[in-house]
């Protein structure tokens, strides 16, 4: 049996519950600045997270909401200016510590690392984001801890195509079956087992209703000793909340 080497973690809503209170909220304070009367509350914000990428996000706001929208400049450079501004004001909503992580996610990547374990980052968000929440959360060293973050535009098609996830295994030296990826959505669940990976989902509010059918097991969060996670599909034995001899069981599992 292959031996689990590395953990991959994707970042928005597995890492941090992030997507409704923080880049939802960047988007909208992006676009006030532009002057857009533009405003995407909960729901629709759950519909437009079908799309991965904020600037693919964006787009497909515009192609298919807004069809008579009419950019005041070449419609690829509007976009990448509103996703520069988007970035801007989310890194301003980490900095103000106002996005912490989920719980277990601190004390896992802590006990994973001293077990051994080689760390990655696979996601679909701009680097600098996933550098500050790291820093904001567990410490300027702790990106240093990950031996790879694969992030945003570093591959041609982001997730659910398996690209970044490929590239991580490539850059971390090592095969899919050596891996375990933790996950939250039905479309990074489809990218990481199209590059052949095993994957843990938590679930949040906005895909707790996907189906993650193909999952090792689907959690609603990692847990922790005082609050267990609940299992809402798959076996976790007698385990209460993830730790590193879970992971090993988890990934042992045919
Ligand atoms: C989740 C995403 C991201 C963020 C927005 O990525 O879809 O696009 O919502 O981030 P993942 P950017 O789950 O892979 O971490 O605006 O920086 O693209």
Redo the contacts with the bound molecule.
Sequence with gaps: MTELRGLIF????TLADN?QDG?RVAFNLAFADAGLDWSWDEELYDRLLAV????E?IRYFIEDFLPEFDPPTELDAFIRRL?AR??ERYVELLRSGSIPLRPGVGRLIREARQAGLILAIA????FE?VTVLLAQTLGEQSIGWFDVLAC?DIVANK?PAPDIYVYALEQLGLVAAECLVVED?EL?LASARAAGLKTLITVNRSTRSQDFTGAAIVLDCLGEPDTPFTVLSGDAGAAEWVDVAFLKWIHSQA
Excluded: L
């Excluded at 994707?10 to 809503?13: K, L, P, T």
């Excluded at 991965?52 to 600037?55: E, I, V």
């Excluded at 996601?123 to 701009?126: C, L, N, Q, V």
């Design positions: 994707d970042v928005d809503g997507e880049h991965f990428g904020g600037k996000r996703h988007k970035t996601s679909t968000t701009t984001n945003g997730k959505t990074g």
